[in-house]
């Protein structure tokens, strides 16, 4: 099956839906991912790359996301009394059709709803739609330094390939190693089972808490 770049589209799942990204959701985005939790972890070009007010996230979410060369998510949670609220983000995106690849990454959610059925779920339904137009290898990446990130890459069930040295730069201008993981065609059905089988385990809605 030779692959094809998707267009942007919603995606539901139980728990969240993903929503194609515009910059007008970038202030909702703010509330949830203003926090210096989320980028000391390496989110946003990490700790220097933390904004402290909703002006300075829009202007900053307008040239970090991958508005040209991906398609961003906001995931939004399905039922409870949080319905429709936006938790976080994700792109599929770093298309290479002719190679069959592409790359799951930008990944942060409000660090309330870290352990719940959101990342596997959104890694379900992003998987799902880059399998089924035909890419035959995902890439999913942290900050070597990001210890939690990998550790929940590697849950997914996605393969460690090994460090990419020297890979981006930070917001204060180091230069990160990343830790490089994937997931093949091939591997989708053993994913995807763990996948479905770690969702299955929640059964209330998401609640966004405290952010």
Same mark, same amino acid.
């Given at each position: ?20 990204? %515009? ?13 210096? @939790?989320?980028?000391? *972890?390496?989110?946003? /070009?990490?700790?220097? /790359? ?54 799951? *990454?930008? %990944?942060?959610?409000?660090?309330? @709803? ?13 998987? *799902? ?6 890419? /035959? ?19 997914? *069930? ?24 994937? @997931? ?28």
């Amino acid at each position: 099956m030779t692959a094809v770049q998707p267009d942007p589209q919603v995606l539901e799942g139980r728990f969240i839906r993903l929503v194609p990204q %515009t910059k007008e959701m970038l202030p909702e985005l703010f509330d949830v991912l203003g926090s210096e @939790v989320v980028f000391q *972890g390496g989110w946003g /070009g990490g700790p220097a /790359g933390y904004t402290t007010t909703r002006e300075q996230f829009v202007e900053f979410g307008e040239q970090y996301f991958a508005w040209d060369t991906g398609i961003p998510f906001a995931v939004q949670i399905i039922g409870g009394p949080d319905d429709g609220r936006i938790v976080g983000t994700t792109t599929l995106g770093d298309f290479e059709p002719a190679v069959e690849h592409a790359h799951i *990454g930008w %990944t942060a959610y409000a660090p309330s @709803v870290w352990g719940t059925a959101v990342n596997p779920e959104a890694k379900l339904l992003l998987l *799902g739609l880059a399998f089924d137009s035909g890419f /035959g290898r995902v890439k999913i990446q942290a900050d070597v330094r990001n210890t939690r990130s990998r550790a929940a890459i590697a849950g997914l *069930g996605a393969t460690f390939e090994g460090i990419a040295r020297r890979d981006r730069q930070r917001a204060d201008g180091t230069w990160r190693d990343s830790a490089v993981f994937s @997931v093949i065609v091939d591997d989708w059905p053993r994913v995807k089972a763990g996948l479905e089988e770690r969702v299955a385990r929640h059964s209330e809605p998401v609640r966004l808490g405290q952010v």
